[in-house]
């Protein structure tokens, strides 16, 4: 990955996808080859963080004592504009299935992780 390009997964306020530049495939989970056309010429951008939401539910028993505090807490699978999906936390009661969402990005636990809010909300 770039270091040009933030990206919440090195700690920094930002979605970044892999697109081939050989098929145009974008990726989310990064691989070091495209896995449509087996390219390994692959760029790294940005994403908006706009998307609609695909699927929801709400985290009620944290994982761990370290996240308790956090439950209840919402979970997303958000269909990003640029065509891949990703999971996002969410307001445990303000976001649906179809709702337009953009994406912020909040301190969770030891980490960041992305939050998606309403679009209405920007």
Avoid: N
């Amino acid at each position: 990955m770039s270091a040009e390009i933030p990206d919440w997964t090195a700690g920094a306020e930002g979605l970044a996808l892999a697109r081939c530049r050989a098929c145009g495939h974008v990726q989310y989970v990064r691989r070091p080859f495209c896995p449509e056309c087996g390219s390994e010429d692959l760029g790294v951008e940005p994403a908006t963080g706009r998307g609609t939401v695909y699927a929801v539910t709400v985290v009620a028993r944290a994982p761990s004592a370290e996240l308790s505090a956090h439950a209840p807490y919402g979970l997303a699978l958000v269909d990003a504009e640029e065509g891949f999906r990703f999971m996002a936390h969410c307001p445990p009661d303000g976001v649906a299935i179809g709702d337009p969402v953009h994406t912020t990005f909040r301190a969770f636990g030891s980490g960041l992780v992305p939050f998606v809010t309403p679009e209405s909300q920007s």
